[in-house]
């Protein structure tokens, strides 16, 4: 079965400084990952996934995400914190060889607060 | 605005009624998507469909949970006999389904339900 870990249900980081939220990822094949962002009262953002290819994937405002097939990461990263990027951030998977599911399941979240 | 759309975004209703809640996906999104969300958490699945076929249920969706996409379109989500553990956020999502298309989920604002 397909799951999805957050092991990190908050991270607080200095404005300017590098940020990381982590994720790890367990499925039978090759998976399929997502970044998504909620802001309070809102729904849920895209901001970047992997498919294959390039480890390293660039997605919306700045945010990256690094791929590890051995260590089953994928990391979301951004060089420089700002204060508007505080929020929640959601890692999903998807497990495209799982015959017949078309489902996306999601971590807990990792809420991120960026100190000025 | 051309994104997804629920209706009510609240509801506020007493233990025992019915409610009813609607999703209209992105025009050409043939994937639709039902998910609940309770606070600090992150989205659980409940159901998708392709076009108008239900193609998977969650164990989570009990039998007073029934969800319709009549005629590939809008979809509805349904709870008979409310009960205060259904108190949530339930979250729709489209996405587009294709060969090569990865299919990224695009969700709504959310449709927040207080039993009481």
């Known amino acids: 079965a397909q799951s999805v870990a957050q092991p990190e249900d908050q991270v607080n980081v200095a404005e300017g400084n590098p940020l990381t939220v982590k994720c790890t990822y367990s499925v039978s094949g090759n998976p399929y990952l997502f970044w998504y962002v909620q802001y309070p009262n809102r729904g849920l953002q895209f901001l970047l996934k992997?498919?294959?290819?390039?480890?390293l994937v660039k997605g919306s405002y700045g945010f990256e995400a690094e791929f590890n097939k051995s260590q089953t990461s994928f990391h979301l990263k951004k060089p420089s914190a700002l204060v508007s990027d505080s929020a929640l951030y959601f890692c999903a998977v998807r497990d495209p060889t799982t015959s017949g599911t078309y489902k996306y399941i999601f971590g807990t979240g990792t809420r991120l607060k960026v100190l000025a | 605005d051309t994104g997804v759309s629920q209706d009510p975004r609240h509801k506020i209703t007493k233990r025992g009624q019915n409610v009813t809640f609607r999703c209209d996906p992105i025009?050409?999104?043939?994937?639709l998507y039902w998910y609940r969300q309770t606070l600090g958490q992150g989205p659980e699945f409940l159901t998708y469909?392709?076009?108008?076929?239900?193609?998977?249920k969650s164990r989570l969706l009990s039998d007073r949970f029934s969800a319709e996409r009549p005629k590939g379109s809008f979809s509805t989500l349904e709870i008979q006999r409310t009960e205060q553990g259904d108190s949530a956020m339930y979250l729709c999502?489209?996405?587009?389904?294709?060969?090569?298309?990865?299919?990224?989920?695009?969700f709504g604002e959310g449709s927040r339900l207080t039993v009481l």
């Open positions: 469909f392709q076009n108008e076929a239900q193609l998977e």
């Open positions: 999502a489209s996405s587009l389904a294709g060969t090569g298309v990865t299919g990224e989920l695009f």
């Open positions: 025009s050409e999104h043939n994937r």
């Open positions: 992997y498919i294959t290819g390039d480890n």
